[in-house]
């Protein structure tokens, strides 16, 4: 039995945004029910290379499918001045979790940006307004492009603001989806009006003040990763209802990270977390909700949702490197 090598090209083919939203929603609800296994992520650090690795292991089980595998990333900001390398590398091992044979081994850096947007279109469909028709985002790098591809999955976004300080970056995105969207540069303020807001920065000091969100906008706090990332100001988590993936993570390095060590925020101004949602243990959006807040860190079981995906479109789409990785006759 082969090993299948699959390259960004082959993961990208492979996700369609609709089937990846699916799995990832499966997977968090895998996750709330207890049908998952998810150790916390491990990082190692590198100060001397300005870098760091992560491991992110997960196993979960859906309801008529289960998978396994890990993604082991890194983050070395100095890469593309230093050495033309992405900041942000990623290879996903896909596993059978009957007998652990490894099914795959694949590009993660694509899978991440597709699992990414597709947690976020999540988060949106249970706590945006139905209506949803408006789009900013701030920040214009690689995360942003498949925010509003798997937003507008699941809302019907028809005008999009995107800001960010690189105005060559603003004229990439807009010139990408000129013809899906009726798509302009702007303010973080005139992107923070609209019914939804995806953030998507490395910043840790707060960008997005409470004057400028949408007394009805949804946030998908995407940017924060490590532990003193912070995009919002604190009036907005603490006065939105505000979803989070997991508790261990968000606290550790994602959006609310700084406020709730600080003491600023506490567990008891945390809505939930998004899987409860999905299986109803929890209301999404009601009538009465003003401002929402999806605090996202990222999670192992998204991974290895998106890597399902990725490995049983493979075939009808004819692609990957089939080789033998174990061995022929190895037990």
Not at 125 to 148: I, K, N, P, R
Not at 178 to 198: H, N, P, T
Not at 251 to 265: A, D, K
């Amino acid at each position: 039995m082969d090993t299948l090598l699959l390259n960004q090209e082959a993961v990208d083919e492979n996700t369609q945004m609709a089937d990846v939203i699916r799995a990832v929603e499966d997977a968090f609800a895998a996750y709330a029910r207890g049908d998952a296994q998810m150790p916390a992520k491990s990082y190692i650090d590198l100060p001397q290379y300005n870098g760091d690795f992560r491991s992110m292991p997960a196993y979960l089980e859906a309801d008529d499918w289960d998978a396994a595998g890990i993604k082991w990333v890194n983050v070395h900001p100095d890469n593309p001045e230093d050495f033309d390398l992405p900041t942000v590398m990623g290879t996903m091992v896909y596993s059978n979790p009957e007998n652990a044979f490894p099914l795959a081994i694949m590009d993660g850096t694509e899978l991440t940006m597709k699992r990414t947007g597709a947690a976020a279109a999540v988060a949106t469909d249970h706590l945006a307004v139905e209506d949803a028709t408006t789009m900013g985002v701030v920040g214009a790098g690689v995360q942003s492009y498949t925010q509003l591809e798997a937003i507008s999955e699941v809302r019907p976004i028809e005008e999009v603001v995107v800001s960010d300080l690189d105005e060559e970056r603003v004229a990439d995105f807009i010139d990408y989806f000129e013809d899906d969207f009726e798509v302009r540069a702007g303010s973080i303020a005139e992107a923070a009006q609209c019914d939804v807001l995806s953030t998507v920065t490395p910043v840790e000091d707060p960008i997005v003040s409470r004057e400028d969100i949408g007394e009805h906008t949804h946030v998908n706090a995407m940017g924060a990763d490590a532990e003193g990332k912070h995009e919002l100001a604190d009036e907005i988590l603490l006065d939105a209802k505000l979803v989070i993936d997991d508790h261990a993570q968000t606290t550790h390095s994602g959006e609310i990270n700084v406020p709730y060590h600080e003491g600023v925020l506490t567990d008891d101004d945390i809505y939930g977390e998004v899987g409860d949602i999905v299986v109803g243990d929890l209301a999404g959006r009601t009538d009465e909700d003003g401002i929402t807040v999806f605090d996202s860190t990222g999670l192992a079981i998204q991974d290895v949702a998106a890597a399902h995906v990725v490995y049983e479109h493979a075939d009808e789409n004819d692609n990957g490197y089939p080789f033998d990785l174990i061995g022929t006759g190895t037990q």
